[in-house]
């Protein structure tokens, strides 16, 4: 993290790139969500809920679960946990999911991904009401995403859009690349970009001339989970580059001990672009932003109550 304060401390600029800082607007998209809780909770007698599902003990995931957890609570909503051992039957968690569904005090329900080997993830998202779904992981939210209808946006992607909106007054006719095709990143991604009328490029593992395709890219989302994989020659000088992988890799100055990397060469790829989001700090704190405005979202449409524009 002070790596991170640095840079910005340095005036926003690393290289020749003005570096995008996610933290600091999700933090100012968590003051809004909080205005909008007190809100719904003053002039509605209503309170956001959200259920978070934790399956195991998988130790990231414990981590994520815990920030969402906290950061619910910061942001005036209910939150409710539900953490299960991994040897849990798949019949048992669709019956705690059905109880989520009928729960009127539960307006969210995430269950954290992945789930063990042995659980039809699928089933269980799909099990999800679609409009308490706010992750926009549900086949429904995926149909509506794809083809421009009012349903639940997947927060990362959501996150990003929103850090790019913020960089470009217009993305219309930009060439997008799209690192990664997971449906929790890049393929949401790539209909929200689609959305806004860029011309966009799913690539990955298996992508032929990956380097060349990322170098046409005016905007380049790196969504491979590969530490560092695109260098400072994958990149179109002026590009805005949103780095979504979150690696641990080790420090060198000892064993035992890590650092958090992107899939972006930062420093590197800093020389080149126009614009580049940090890791850490930069689409790592909008996705649970994302995830609190997903869930007033949800609270309004399930309530029938208009919902609030919530920018930064
Ligand atoms: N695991 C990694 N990212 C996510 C996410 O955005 N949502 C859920 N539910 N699980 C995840």
């Known amino acids: ?3 991170i304060d640095n840079y910005f401390q340095k005036g926003k600029i690393m290289g020749k790139a003005k570096v995008i800082n996610g933290k600091a607007y999700a933090e100012r998209l968590r003051s809004r969500i909080a205005e909008a809780v ?18 195991g003990d998988d130790p990231a995931s414990q981590v ?82 794809t083809t421009g209808n009012k349903g639940m946006v997947p927060c990362t992607p959501l996150g ?32 929200l970009l689609l959305q806004e009328s ?19 890219a005016d905007i380049l989302v790196a ?27 080790p420090k060198e100055e000892g064993p035992g001990k890590f650092r958090l990397v992107g899939d972006v060469d930062f420093s590197a790829a800093a020389e080149v672009a126009a614009a580049i989001t940090p890791v850490p700090g930069g689409v790592g704190p909008m996705t649970i932003a994302c995830l609190l405005k997903n869930t007033v979202t949800s609270t309004c449409r399930i309530h029938g109550v208009e919902e609030p524009i919530i920018a930064s």
Not at 199 to 215: D, F, G, P
Not at 225 to 247: C, Y
């Open 223 to 249: 969504a491979a989970g590969r530490p560092q994989m695109i260098g400072s020659d994958w990149i179109k000088p002026g590009a805005t580059i949103i780095d979504v992988g979150i690696n641990r890799v």
């Open 38 to 55: 007190t809100h719904l909770k003053v002039t509605h007698n209503i309170t956001p809920g959200l259920a978070v599902v934790l399956v």
């Open 1 to 3: 993290m002070a790596l």
């Open 160 to 191: 990003c859009l929103m850090l790019l909106k913020d960089q470009f007054c217009d993305l219309q006719g930009k060439h997008a690349v799209i690192v990664g095709r997971s449906n929790i990143v890049g393929k949401p991604m790539a209909a």
């Open 64 to 145: 994520y679960v815990r920030n969402k957890e906290k950061q619910t609570a910061e942001a005036g909503m209910a939150s409710f946990e539900n953490k299960l051992s991994a040897d849990i039957k798949e019949n048992e968690l669709l019956a705690l999911i059905a109880n989520l569904n009928g729960d009127t005090a539960v307006h969210g329900i995430l269950v954290q991904l992945p789930l063990p080997d042995h659980i039809d993830s699928g089933k269980i998202i799909n099990a999800i009401n679609p409009d308490k779904d706010v992750d926009g992981f549900h086949a429904i939210n995926v149909g509506r995403l």
């Open 198 to 216: 860029c011309t966009v490029t799913i690539a990955h593992s298996r992508t032929k001339k990956l380097r060349e395709i990322c170098q046409s």
